[in-house]
């Protein structure tokens, strides 16, 4: 799978830059973006030398005149980049876009016209691409962006995405974050997993980070056998770091319940539902936080109790 960074994802103007609200929202959705390709690591970002000089000089970028943010973003964006990228060299044909003005930075000329020649040349490659934009790269609530060259024969209709959790609707999720063994990156696609679910299913607000979770090997051994019902774990997952300890006992779904002690569990331990037959169990941590100490498939959810 491949990624077209749209340059409004890209770039953005000083005036903007200087208001604080706006230049957040700018790196989240752009630091959101990148987060999602490095820990997932499916996905390629289109990319070309053009581009990158357009980006960092053509005009000099608002974060690039001020040294403290120069010294903060160049050394962590652009290896970002590079480190997912498929360069391309285009020619120097390039697509034409509709709606006009779509996917067109008002204050990067130059970053304008390098992504369309990367987009023309990104029709060639053998992978399907997204593409990764912000609010202001389609009018009104149109969803779509059409490239065209007529000379050859272009006529490409892309998605837009318009941030992070846009991304994440149309990526599969339960496969591409479900652990394989139980080490720190597997338990960081879980984490992310559960983050990216909660936005796309339960409307948490995008980039608000869910109340933290940590996993036992022995969880993530158990998680990694599940090859069934893995989208309604983890929306369970998601679903009771939500709503929390409280809230989870009366869900209809989760059913959060204390468990007796036993010689085979563990002082305090609770568990809730992923669905009838499947269990969570895990142990209350200050904060609303949990840490995840097994999981119970079909036929063994009663195992913890023994």
Not at 198 to 226: I, N, Y
């Amino acid at each position: 799978m491949g990624a077209l960074l749209s340059p409004n994802a890209l770039s953005i103007s000083p005036l903007d830059w200087a208001n604080p609200t706006k230049r957040d929202i700018f790196l989240d959705r752009l630091w959101g973006y990148l987060h999602v390709i490095e820990v997932l690591d499916s996905t390629r970002i289109f990319w070309s030398p053009e581009l990158a000089a357009a980006l960092f000089t053509n005009p000099t970028p608002p974060w690039l005149v001020d040294d403290s943010w120069k010294n903060q973003l160049v050394p962590a964006l652009y290896p970002a980049i590079v480190k997912h990228a498929t360069e391309l060299s285009p020619g120097n044909c390039s697509c034409t876009v509709s709606p006009p003005g779509s996917c067109t930075s008002a204050c990067s000329p130059g970053v304008n016209a390098a992504f369309l020649k990367l987009v023309h040349e990104s029709t060639s490659s053998p992978e399907t691409s997204d593409l990764l934009g912000s609010t202001d790269d389609i009018p009104g609530n149109q969803r779509t962006v059409q490239f065209i060259c007529a000379l050859h024969r272009i006529d490409v209709t892309e998605r837009l995405c318009r941030d992070r959790s846009d991304y994440a609707a149309i990526l599969d999720l339960p496969r591409l974050c479900w652990p394989t063994h139980p080490d720190c990156q597997n338990y960081e696609r879980l984490k992310l997993g559960a983050q990216l679910t909660a936005e796309v299913e339960l409307r948490w607000p995008t980039g608000k980070e869910l109340p933290t979770f940590g996993c036992s090997p022995r969880f993530l051994d158990d998680l990694a056998e599940q090859t069934a019902y893995r989208p309604k774990i983890l929306k369970a997952l998601a679903l009771r770091l939500a709503i929390g300890l409280t809230a989870a006992t009366t869900n209809s779904t989760l059913r959060d319940e204390d468990i007796p002690h036993t010689k085979s569990g563990l002082r305090g331990e609770r568990r809730f539902r992923a669905t009838k037959a499947l269990r969570f169990h895990y142990l209350p941590v200050e904060n609303d936080s949990i840490r995840l100490v097994r999981f119970f498939g079909p036929g063994k959810h009663d195992d913890g109790l023994r």
